[in-house]
């Protein structure tokens, strides 16, 4: 293995692994959604007998990092995949606690802007605090899924942008490439639902733009703790956690309302503003750095 592997063997194995696992996912989903449509099998009857395939799929990018280093001989010497509590237990706690605090206030603003505050709460009372409660546990036993994504993503896609260029490019084409994987289950309606205008490019954007603000969360924490499973954890927490704290306090407004292109612009822009503030530790983190450096 390569110590110091030069810009070119670089670019040659994260083309290597952009390819696999985008071909990994894609295939598949390609496929099922001409044979059986998206609704049936991802969310309708054939979900269960094809679980193993969603699995394997939406692990792609964790099993292209394991077959990139495999075809490149680049090896195993991965400190990402050690837990590294020791220190860092903050950072564990922090990659839970933001997504679910951001599932409240986004709660509080979703009842602000569109229900009614005095009306009645989707869950309320104690089925409401239960939800909360439920949010932490569900983060941490669904990170096993998130970690097929946060393996290849921050685990090995990073990685190699990181030596071809800086971090802000890093974290926008990154985010960028995020996006545009999840485009064959975008287009059928998974993240956004197919009615609203621009679908579904526009729709496709928005993932884009929600994957390079997450990816700025993500990062951080993969970079403060030298572990690939906050980012899991905190992914998971997004996924589902921050869903719960939502129901959990939005009021006056039906459970089975659709989301509006308003309501994901005013949800992407509360994101933005929470996640705007890890950039700026990045950046405070990437100066002490240059400054020690002198």
Not at 58 to 71: F, K, S
Not at 157 to 182: D, E, F, R, S, Y
Not at 233 to 251: C, D
Request: one cysteine or more; a positive charge; proline letters at 4%.
């Amino acid at each position: 293995m390569t110590n110091n592997p030069d810009r070119k063997t670089e670019l040659k194995r994260l083309i290597i692994y952009l390819v696999l696992a985008f071909g990994i996912a894609w295939l598949p989903w390609i496929i099922l959604n001409s044979l059986y449509g998206y609704e049936e099998w991802f969310t309708g009857d054939m979900a269960f007998p094809f679980a193993w395939l969603t699995l394997i799929s939406g692990g792609g990018p964790a099993i292209a990092n394991v077959l990139t280093r495999l075809i490149t001989k680049e090896g195993f010497d991965d400190e990402l995949l050690r837990l590294k509590l020791r220190g860092n237990v903050k950072y564990y706690v922090i990659a839970v606690s933001v997504p679910i605090a951001a599932g409240l206030l986004r709660g509080v603003v979703l009842t602000l802007l569109y229900g009614d505050i005095n009306g009645a709460a989707a869950n309320p009372g104690l089925m409401g605090a239960s939800l909360i409660v439920q949010s932490l546990p569900m983060s941490l036993v669904m990170a096993f899924n998130t970690f097929g994504e946060e393996y290849g993503w921050r685990g090995y896609m990073n990685g190699k942008l990181g030596a071809l260029t800086n971090k802000p490019v890093t974290i926008i084409v990154g985010g960028i490439l995020w996006g545009v994987w999840h485009a064959p289950l975008t287009v059928k309606g998974h993240n956004f639902g197919t009615d609203y205008p621009g679908f579904p490019w526009l729709g496709i954007v928005m993932m884009c733009a929600f994957c390079i603000m997450t990816g700025i969360f993500l990062m951080w924490l993969t970079d403060k703790t030298g572990s690939i499973y906050p980012a899991a954890i905190a992914h998971s927490a997004l996924n589902n956690g921050s869903n719960y704290s939502t129901l959990a306090v939005v009021r006056g407004i039906a459970e089975d309302t659709k989301q509006t292109l308003s309501m994901s612009i005013v949800m992407f822009s509360l994101m933005g503003i929470i996640f705007a503030v890890f950039a700026v530790f990045m950046i405070k983190d990437s100066r002490k750095i240059v400054n020690s450096e002198k």
